[in-house]
């Protein structure tokens, strides 16, 4: 870590997506092996979140960390931004994740899941204040936030405060999404460390991969895995700190680790970065819709997420699975994280402002229309109100 000499493993344990039973419970013995496995063989940053596996992935990295393995993490966890209504809730809920995570102290706290909404409210609140006294009375050890919003927001949250790292949602198909190369860049060289998460996307790089693409990567001179060339791509970046992975396969974390062990920054040859440039223009022809996340559309005076209405059917058509995103559709528009308030695509009323202002020349409200068709329906709410349920478990 920049800021303290801190020393991380460059590979982290996420614990969003563990090892899980049929039900959609976690596997605890499977899930714990893994995680002591992990960091028997060095991976020394373990990332959770309140919402995680609908509240119970805070309680389980408690349970999991216990017989010495606590002293030997770094542990992260954050704030729900989107509960906070009043100050004295940034206590109430440190307090309750230091009980569930059975630890004293968070090494690394996160305000959670911001954009640029978001990050007003809880600054209003006295988020600042919060994280300040936390710190100074030892409950929180770095102060951080993690980011979902536009470019220009992140910058403005970076320069908001004292931050000691961030994180970011980042792989070589996001590098002009959120906060992107440019939000790395600007929040390393300000002396932040930098947290990556969904360096695979959620999977989806690595999942299903379009034959046009696997083409692409069967041409290498050396043969490495989707997963492998997109890790690599990541760290790539002298400027990243950790890269967080959801691990929950006895084989990927092998395999996770193993490249941790061998990769450095700067390592990829010209030809090798100008390969992954041409697997990144590939997805984004199979991609439904060329948005890049650049946010000069927004914002739409009825409400709607432009860009993130995108992402979702992108993702849709990326890694095929209607019903998780149909699920993740809900929950990121319907205001169960983020902003609190509905963004979703049925909102625009076809006023036709933001359409000349796309430099991708995406006829927006035609596409919308595709949107709500493929991802909204008649059981939308129900969706909306179990994404609530879920985000909001304790
Ligand atoms: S056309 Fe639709 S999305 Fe675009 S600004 Fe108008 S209401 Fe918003
Ligand atoms: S302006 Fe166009 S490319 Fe940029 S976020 Fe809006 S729809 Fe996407």
Redesign the pocket.
């Known amino acids: 870590m920049p800021k303290t000499g801190d020393e991380l493993s460059i590979l982290g344990f996420g614990c969003m997506r563990l090892a899980s039973k049929a039900d959609g419970s976690i596997d605890e013995e499977r899930a714990t092996k893994q995680l002591r496995f992990a960091i028997d063989q060095g991976v020394n940053y373990v990332d959770t979140a309140w919402p995680y596996h609908g509240g119970q992935s805070e309680p389980f990295v408690g349970r999991a960390l216990s017989g010495g393995y606590r002293e030997k993490v770094r542990l992260a966890t954050k704030l729900p931004s989107w509960l906070i209504e009043k100050r004295e809730d940034m206590d109430k809920y440190l307090n309750a994740q230091l009980e569930k995570l059975k630890t004293d102290h968070i090494d690394y706290y996160l305000v959670h899941a911001l954009v640029g909404d978001l990050w007003d409210t809880v600054e209003n609140h006295g988020v600042k204040e919060f994280l300040n006294k936390a710190k100074a009375e030892g409950r929180i050890k770095n102060a951080g936030f993690s980011f979902h919003g536009a470019s220009e927001d992140f910058k403005r949250i970076v320069d908001a405060h004292d931050w000691d790292f961030c994180q970011i949602q980042y792989n070589f198909l996001d590098g002009r999404n959120q906060a992107g190369t440019k939000g790395l860049k600007y929040a390393a060289k300000k002396g932040l460390g930098v947290v990556i998460m969904e360096p695979l996307r959620g999977g989806n790089l690595t999942r299903n991969v379009p034959p046009a693409v696997q083409k692409i990567w069967d041409g290498a001179a050396i043969k490495r895995t989707p997963a492998e060339w997109a890790l690599r791509w990541v760290w790539n970046h002298p400027e990243v700190t950790v890269v967080l992975s959801g691990m929950n396969d006895e084989m990927h974390i092998r395999e996770n680790l193993r490249v941790a062990g061998q990769t450095h920054p700067n390592s990829l040859t010209k030809t090798e970065l100008q390969m992954v440039h041409s697997v990144e223009k590939k997805y984004r022809e199979l991609m439904k ?10 914002p739409c005076p009825n409400g709607v997420n ?2 993130l209405c ?1 992402e979702e059917y992108n993702n849709l058509y990326l890694n095929g699975n209607a019903e998780v995103e149909k699920f993740m559709y809900a929950a990121r528009l319907g205001g169960a994280v983020g902003t609190g308030k509905p963004e979703f695509a049925s909102l625009c009323v076809k006023c036709g402002e ?1 359409v000349d ?4 020349h ?1 006829e ?1 409200p035609v596409v919308l229309e595709s949107v709500v068709e493929e991802l909204e329906g008649s059981d939308l709410e129900q969706r909306v109100a179990m994404a609530k349920q879920a985000f909001k478990q304790t």
């Open positions: 819709v060329g948005c890049t996340g650049c946010q000069y559309c927004m432009i860009p995108f933001c202002k796309c430099p991708q995406i927006i």
